[in-house]
């Protein structure tokens, strides 16, 4: 019996869920285990051993207080009866804590360390006005990437899918205060862990994943600012400044709760521009101390030498002996 109790808590433990649901499904086994030890305890009378049959008896009264306290905690709002775990935690010095005001703090101090220090991750820093945003495209085949890597993200916990810790009941009470139409599941854009700008041939692709070895094609660029994208990558140099996943599930407010839409994940990007330059400049050479070779005129044609006859006659290189053209291969190169 222990032994699949203790089965059931490690399957729960592969699956990411509420610590108010978690702790009602721990409840919910505590309780349907204590009743073994009520059978324990009768196998002990029947077998003539009273004294421990009176030990496992105790200790189910015992458990069942404390499964009875979880109920009323977990199940119920109203305070439980004759609940001594305020003295327990006197005597032991032990200040009490709620599960989920616990996963609302952390919650909250990773948004805080994000909003301090820039959630939104960029490949570099870029001056605004080198920024424009870009129109996308996404095909069948591209957006089924987007879902899978978020789902995949949502798994190692890279990004949380829980409505930023909130209750329905605070969300509730966000869109009527606020005046907002929806809040979703993705409280804020989260930059992928790895994204690129590849040039295809006739497009522009973003790629993006958990790393560059498994990055996919996840978006076409269309048009960069109000100027197409082709037209655009033929003036300037271009660069992602940053990529981000929003939308998915959302909830929106209704009579007296919430409901759930559901609409998939999309990807926001923003390129980082700089102008072309219409002329490179050759580097210069350094200054060398070799004596500089002399010039001679050539032609289109063969190069032209001087003979030894006279000065004023020029003849094709071509027909006299110290052309190339009359030494062997390995001669050409010993000259």
């Given at each position: 019996m222990f032994s699949l109790l203790s089965m059931i808590n490690g399957w729960i433990g592969y699956i990411n869920m509420n610590a108010k649901i978690k702790n009602r499904v721990y409840t919910v086994l505590g309780g349907l285990g204590n009743f073994y030890l009520l059978y324990?305890?009768?196998?002990?009378?029947?077998?003539?051993?009273?004294?421990?049959?009176?030990?496992?008896?105790?200790?189910?009264?015992?458990?069942?207080?404390?499964?009875?306290?979880?109920?009323?905690?977990f199940f119920t709002d109203q305070p439980a009866k004759f609940d001594i775990s305020p003295v327990i935690m006197q005597w032991?010095?032990?200040?009490p804590k709620d599960p989920e005001e616990e996963a609302r703090k952390k919650v909250a101090r990773a948004r805080a360390f994000y909003q301090q220090h820039g959630y939104v991750q960029t490949n570099g820093i870029?001056?605004?006005?080198?920024?424009?945003?870009?129109?996308?495209?996404?095909?069948?085949?591209?957006?089924?990437?987007?879902?899978?890597?978020?789902?995949?993200?949502?798994?190692?916990?890279?990004?949380?899918?829980?409505?930023?810790?909130?209750?329905?009941?605070?969300?509730?009470?966000?869109?009527?205060?606020?005046?907002?139409?929806?809040?979703?599941?993705?409280?804020d854009p989260v930059a992928l862990p790895y994204f690129n700008l590849k040039n295809t041939g006739?497009?522009?692709?973003?790629?993006?994943?958990?790393?560059?070895?498994?990055?996919?094609?996840?978006?076409?660029?269309?048009?960069?600012?109000?100027?197409?994208?082709?037209?655009?990558?033929t003036k300037y140099r271009l660069s992602i400044a940053t990529a981000v996943v929003a939308g998915g599930p959302f909830k929106r407010g209704g009579r007296s709760s919430v409901m759930e839409e559901h609409q998939p994940f999309t990807l926001k990007v923003q390129l980082a521009y700089q102008e072309k330059t219409a002329v490179a400049t050759a580097p210069i050479a350094p200054p060398s101390s070799q004596p500089e070779p002399s010039k001679t005129n050539s032609s289109s044609d063969q190069p032209l030498r001087r003979t030894q006859h006279t000065d004023a006659e020029w003849k094709d290189s071509s027909d006299q002996p110290n052309s190339l053209e009359h030494y062997s291969r390995t001669e050409r190169y010993h000259r």
């Open positions: 324990v305890a009768y196998r002990f009378y029947a077998n003539g051993f009273a004294g421990r049959g009176t030990l496992f008896i105790l200790a189910f009264l015992i458990l069942l207080y404390f499964t009875y306290l979880n109920v009323m905690y032991l010095h032990i200040t870029f001056k605004d006005e080198n920024l424009l945003p870009a129109t996308l495209a996404f095909s069948p085949k591209q957006e089924a990437n987007i879902q899978q890597l978020v789902q995949q993200l949502a798994k190692i916990q890279y990004l949380n899918l829980d409505y930023g810790g909130r209750t329905d009941d605070d969300i509730y009470q966000e869109l009527k205060t606020k005046n907002q139409g929806q809040v979703y599941a993705l409280a006739d497009r522009l692709e973003v790629y993006g994943g958990l790393n560059q070895m498994e990055s996919q094609s996840l978006a076409t660029i269309t048009e960069i600012g109000l100027m197409p994208a082709t037209q655009a990558l």
